[in-house]
């Protein structure tokens, strides 16, 4: 997808993170001040874009999640086992640094987050993730993901949808 040289490489002490700005100062205010105590504590993982000058150009986050059975479209709940919710992988914030966008980055770092999930050993339905705006909602959407019939800032896309042949 993307046509710049970009390493996506998980985030570490070396990466140089006060000057990310992406226009969203919760997004910017989340990665200089907090990304690395939750990563301490296991309740996220962040991955980063590098440019060739070893900028960081985007990053995102993933952690283990569930969705609810019964929040699920009927159309795709039916064809799920009954228990009340299904394992999934949220991707709970991503951002492109202002200087990257518009480059196919934010589809790329999608992508790898995809691949990253469906490769897991530790099973899930679906990749999620928490839209912060409509705008948010529109790129997921484009990328084929499908809002919660009652929250659609959350969307999802079923992971054997993306990836058919994998086991
Ligand atoms: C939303 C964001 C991640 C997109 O990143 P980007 O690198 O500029 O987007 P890309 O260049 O990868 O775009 C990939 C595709 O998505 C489309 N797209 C981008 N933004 C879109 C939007 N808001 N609505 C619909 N489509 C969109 C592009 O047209 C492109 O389409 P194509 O592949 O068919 O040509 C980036 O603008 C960003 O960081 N925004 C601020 C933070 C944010 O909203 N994060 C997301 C959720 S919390």
Redesign the pocket.
């Known amino acids: 997808?993307?046509r710049a040289p970009f390493l996506v490489t998980p985030l570490d002490a070396v990466h140089e993170r006060t000057l990310f700005n992406?226009?969203?100062e919760s997004?910017d205010r989340y990665f200089r001040e907090q990304v690395t105590q939750d990563i301490r504590r296991r309740v996220a993982a962040c991955f980063v874009a590098l440019s060739d000058d070893q900028r960081i150009a985007?990053y995102y986050t993933l952690a283990s999640a569930s969705l609810m059975l019964t929040d699920l479209p009927a159309t795709l709940s039916k064809k799920l086992p009954r228990y009340p919710t299904v394992p999934a992988v949220r991707m709970g914030?991503?951002?492109?640094?202002q200087a990257?966008?518009?480059?196919?980055?934010?589809?790329?770092?999608?992508a790898d987050a995809l691949d990253r999930a469906a490769r897991s050993e530790i099973a899930a339905y679906a990749l999620m993730?928490?839209?912060?705006?409509e705008?948010?909602?529109?790129?997921?959407?484009?990328?084929g993901f499908i809002s919660l019939p009652d929250s659609p800032l959350t969307l999802f896309l079923p992971l054997a949808t993306v990836f058919p042949s994998r086991k």
């Open positions: 997808m993307s992406s226009g969203s997004l985007g914030r991503l951002a492109i640094d990257f966008k518009g480059q196919g980055l934010g589809g790329a770092l999608l993730v928490d839209a912060k705006d705008l948010a909602v529109a790129f997921y959407r484009h990328h």
